[in-house]
């Protein structure tokens, strides 16, 4: 999780930082003992030497002569490096912080410099000061702080220890001489999650016992019971008439898929919609119901009118609120569900949309920035989809991020999305039969079968990059905003059930962001009042990006 947080950018900065941004470009659970370095950017330059020889006069013929000046500059000396982090977070949280820590140990092993860390360091406080301090008089010459609450500290400490190197992750300040600001372009793999999340996620109905998934059609809802997964039913083409339970098209078609071979189902007619269905309001007594028998390819077809169009129950069951038919194995006699059935049911009215929980830290311009691309990248895939975001206020508070995720659950959410640096929102996912996209890094360890898959950070070939400058003398301080070109930011691997053909659209999309020919934020894009933001075709600048406080189109909830 990136630590861009807490404060919005000031717009001259922001501009400042956009332009030069332009220009740039095993679980280590244990506790290692606090420690933090910081390196100090050294560069030497040779004393120049210039000679003058001196000027011979004769008096046969005054003749002054003198030589050429010679400038020598002697190669700069390499400086021998000791990097310290000072990590906001704990490394065994799986987050933010183990990311940075795998790509301290990284960076350790390629250019074999010494390293420390210490971890927990509070945002605010005096100890990220003292912590520095310390590394200083134990020869650290490299610090790297990692959360956005340590770049003032860490700009008033470059101004007092001018041979030090500082780079902050994250935040926006940085100086000419020995501040550098490094950070990545997190929203384009939050966007290819997006798509992933957004291929898992279905229409969601409740009544009696049973939950209802529905698939992307506008006007059906399919699979009623977890147990079967797989199990759609469809009315296509046509559409079905509320009220009177009439049809407008007699080629309308009801079909189902993924059902037990050899059952019979029994197509049911019931008044209603999906917000009001009711048992109770199915007709098992007045008219025969449909009867079929499931194929070998777990198929079944029946044309609408042989099933409502000639029936008269509306009458009795008072003006009907809709049309819906309920597909059962359970049989025809009237009872209640028991959750043993297979069922499915389709009404008249469109389909609640498919829900997405997002569970976000603090509404600043890095988070609301990945929110707005997973949404973009769900909407990709599932253009009815939308993403309900639900603030903690928290970088690290398992116990929050689990309650937020937990509500967003109980609201229908079937995939969950977040924020933060615990697993929590994955684990409430897992025990809730949903899917989960984590941040940071691929915890799909931690809630194994609710893991989709996760933006990362890779750390690593940045701390080297910044290092071997340093140890050449070669370090120049600036702005860093790296991409997946560089390696910085990835997508981690998907979940081998997701289906291949989702997979193989990601993984396009990857390549072509990759390559320069797709970019997340391009128009048209409309906020969530529907006003255009950005023009069809156009891409946002990163100034804008950086600066980013509204909400896409397709979000619930602001901040």
């Known amino acids: 999780m990136s630590k861009l947080r807490k404060f919005l950018f000031p717009i001259a900065t922001l501009l400042a930082i956009s332009l030069v941004a332009a220009a740039c470009g095993s679980d280590d659970a244990g506790t290692a003992a606090p420690a933090a370095t910081t390196g100090a950017p050294a560069a030497t330059t040779g004393a120049p030497a210039a000679t003058t020889a001196a000027p011979a006069a004769t008096t046969a013929a005054p003749a002054a002569t003198t030589a050429a000046p010679e400038i020598t500059t002697a190669a700069p ?62 020869g650290y010459n490299v610090i790297f702080g990692t959360s956005f609450g340590y770049m003032d500290d860490m700009l008033a400490l470059a101004d007092e220890y001018p041979d030090v190197v500082f780079e902050h992750i994250s935040g926006y300040k940085a100086n ?15 966007y290819l999650s997006g798509m992933v999340a957004g291929s898992m996620a279905s229409s969601k109905i409740k009544y009696g016992h049973v939950d209802f998934g529905g698939d992307l059609l506008p006007d059906t809802i399919s699979r009623a019971d977890w147990a079967a997964p797989g199990v759609e039913l469809r009315y296509t083409p046509g559409k079905m008439h509320g009220g009177q339970g009439v049809q407008d098209n007699w080629a309308g078609k009801i079909v189902g898929s993924g059902w037990p071979v050899g059952e019979t ?39 609408f009118w042989n099933i ?32 043993d059935e297979i069922e499915a049911v389709i009404c008249d009215d469109p ?20 929110i707005n691309a997973f949404t973009l990248g769900v909407r990709e895939v599932n253009p009815n989809a939308v993403v309900e975001v639900n603030w903690t206020s928290t970088w690290f508070d398992p116990v929050v991020e689990g309650d937020a995720a937990q509500a967003l659950l109980d609201k229908g959410a079937d995939v969950i999305a977040m924020h933060q640096d615990s697993t929590a929102a994955g684990q409430a996912a897992e025990a809730a039969g ?19 898959t996760a933006p990362v950070w890779n750390w690593g070939p940045r701390y080297v990059e910044i290092i071997e400058a340093v140890q050449a003398g070669t370090y120049t301080p600036g702005y860093y905003w790296g991409s ?72 619930i909830g602001t901040d």
Request: charged share 20%.
């Open 265 to 303: 189902v029994y197509l049911i007619p019931c008044a209603g919609s999906y917000d009001t269905f009711d048992y109770s309001k199915c007709r098992y007594d007045d008219a025969s119901p449909g009867e079929l028998v499931v194929d070998d390819d777990g198929n079944i077809a029946t044309y």
């Open 176 to 190: 000419d001489t020995n501040f550098g600001n490094t950070f990545g372009r997190m929203y384009e793999p939050r």
């Open 484 to 555: 997946m070109a560089d390696g910085v930011v990835d997508l981690a691997p998907i979940a081998a059930d997701v289906d291949s053909s989702v997979t193989d659209r990601v993984m396009a999309a990857k390549e072509a962001i990759i390559a320069g020919d797709l970019h997340p934020f391009t128009g048209p894009i409309h906020d969530q009042a529907g006003n255009l933001i950005l023009a069809d075709g156009v891409v946002m600048d990163d100034g804008a990006m950086l600066s980013m406080s509204f909400f896409v189109d397709g979000v």
């Open 351 to 370: 389909a609640p949309p498919p829900l997405i929980g997002y569970v976000a830290a603090f509404p600043i311009p890095e988070v609301i920035r990945g």
């Open 77 to 138: 000396e390499p400086v021998e490096v000791k990097a310290a982090f000072i990590y906001v977070g704990p490394v065994g949280d799986a987050g933010w912080t183990w990311a940075h820590d795998l790509g301290r140990q990284f960076a350790a092993e390629q250019t074999g410099v010494e390293t420390a860390f210490v971890e927990m360091v509070p945002e605010g406080t005096a100890d990220f000061g003292n912590f520095v301090r310390d590394f200083i008089e134990q």
């Open 434 to 452: 949903a899917r989960w996209v984590s941040y940071n890094s691929d915890m799909s360890a931690f809630a194994p079968e609710a893991y989709l």
């Open 308 to 339: 409502v169009e000639q029936l008269s129950f509306w009458g009795p069951l008072g003006r009907a609120e809709g049309d819906c038919t309920l597909a059962s194995t359970y049989g025809p006699d009237g009872r209640a569900s028991t959750g």
